[in-house]
């Protein structure tokens, strides 16, 4: 199994600043892509960025210039830097990683617990 832990969440105002963080565990599996979802309250959860092995990344429109994903391939973490922070970023935030297990050679989805976001003054 795969578990993400995520951190980092929290209240910040308009126009402010959070990185969330993720750590994997991993034991029999091999990370592959990473990322970010989040699920505002009545709508339905949505791709957020995503970074591959390799270093490329990709986002949502919504959050391009203003978000920054990255990893550490190594501490097996990925982490989401959220700058120019508006309102309508609002919501729960979940790590996701696609991990093959090398036993089977299958890849799985799995996902953190969600940590909340919000931006209000």
């Known amino acids: 199994q795969v578990q993400l832990v995520e951190s980092g969440g929290g209240l910040v105002q308009p126009g402010g600043s959070l990185t969330l963080s993720c750590a994997a565990s991993?034991?029999?599996?091999?990370?592959?892509?990473m990322g970010w979802y989040r699920q505002a309250p009545g709508k339905e959860r949505e791709l957020v960025a995503t970074?591959?092995?390799?270093?490329?990344?990709n986002y949502v429109d919504s959050v391009k210039g203003r978000f920054t994903i990255s990893r550490d391939n190594a501490k097996n973490t990925v982490d989401l830097q959220m700058n120019s922070l508006k309102p309508e970023d609002t919501a729960v935030y979940y790590c996701?990683?696609?991990?093959?297990?090398?036993?089977?050679?299958?890849?799985?989805?799995?996902w953190g617990q969600g940590t909340q976001v919000t931006v209000s003054s």
């Open positions: 996701w990683a696609m991990a093959m297990e090398l036993t089977t050679f299958l890849n799985h989805n799995y």
């Open positions: 970074v591959t092995t390799g270093g490329t990344t």
């Open positions: 991993t034991r029999g599996f091999r990370l592959n892509t």
